[in-house]
């Protein structure tokens, strides 16, 4: 109720919150239902208390989030993060522009699939999320949260770096890029990442037309784009 009624960015609240939780888990081994039980029945409760503040406050408040993340990883297991997919998809459809969502769903899904923080997903997560992200930009193809999630899921290398899945031309991170742009040729995100594409792919000198059109595009970042022009003919070269 206190989060609710105006305490919701009030980080000490969520530190006391997270201070008195870790006394109470604590106490879940001596629980006769058993420890693994008494910690989930404690991350029930604070799933619903983070959920209804968002709901109720912002969506993208980054104290429920974070103490959302905090109580999975403290108390949860495997299946409740499995569970978390869902509910970072129902707030990336009620606003495709919830960075706090996106970031939320890509912790999650490595999470449930047992991967690494940074590593790639498995081939088959990696299709269900890539596909979502899809549909969010078909919906809004300017949603820079979600180009940003996409980047994060293929994680292009530079050129004679290890292979992945963006060293295809075929790959569905260059297709999305390219659909994209054929629609708007301004759209600063899509050739972002497309750039970033070829590069991986070793194409040095449509990677650097494609920096110099962002400079145009965008003349407030210009000498960035520059030095990432220069940077992929280094890294091409």
């Not at 939780?21 to 983070?50: K, S």
């Not at 409740?80 to 495709?96: K, M, P, Q, S």
């Amino acid at each position: 109720t206190l989060f609710r009624s105006g305490g919701a960015k009030n980080y000490q609240l969520w530190h006391h919150r997270r201070c008195a939780l870790t006394e109470l888990a604590a106490l879940c081994e001596g629980a006769a239902e058993g420890a693994a039980v008494a910690r989930l029945r404690l991350l029930a409760v604070e799933l619903e208390a983070t959920e209804a503040t968002l709901e109720a406050t912002d969506a993208k408040n980054y104290h429920a989030w974070a103490h959302r993340q905090w109580a999975l990883a403290a108390l949860g297991d495997v299946d409740a993060w499995r569970g978390e997919l869902d509910f970072a998809a129902r707030l990336i459809d009620e606003d495709v522009r919830n960075n706090s969502a996106w970031s939320h769903r890509a912790l999650a899904s490595r999470k449930a699939a047992g991967s690494a923080d940074n590593a790639m997903l498995p081939a088959s997560a990696l299709a269900a999320e890539a596909a979502m992200v899809a549909e969010a930009l078909r919906r809004a193809p300017r949603a820079e949260a979600a180009w940003s999630y996409l980047r994060g899921l293929y994680a292009p290398p530079r050129c004679g770096a290890a292979a992945s899945a963006l060293g295809d031309a075929d790959c569905l991170a260059r297709s999305l890029a390219e659909e994209a742009l054929r629609a708007d040729g301004a759209n600063v995100h899509a050739l972002e990442l497309y750039c970033d594409c070829l590069e991986g792919a070793g194409e040095a000198s449509a990677a650097a037309g494609g920096w110099e059109a962002l400079a145009r595009i965008d003349p407030l970042r210009a000498r960035y784009y520059d030095y990432r022009k220069a940077q992929s003919q280094a890294f091409c070269s």
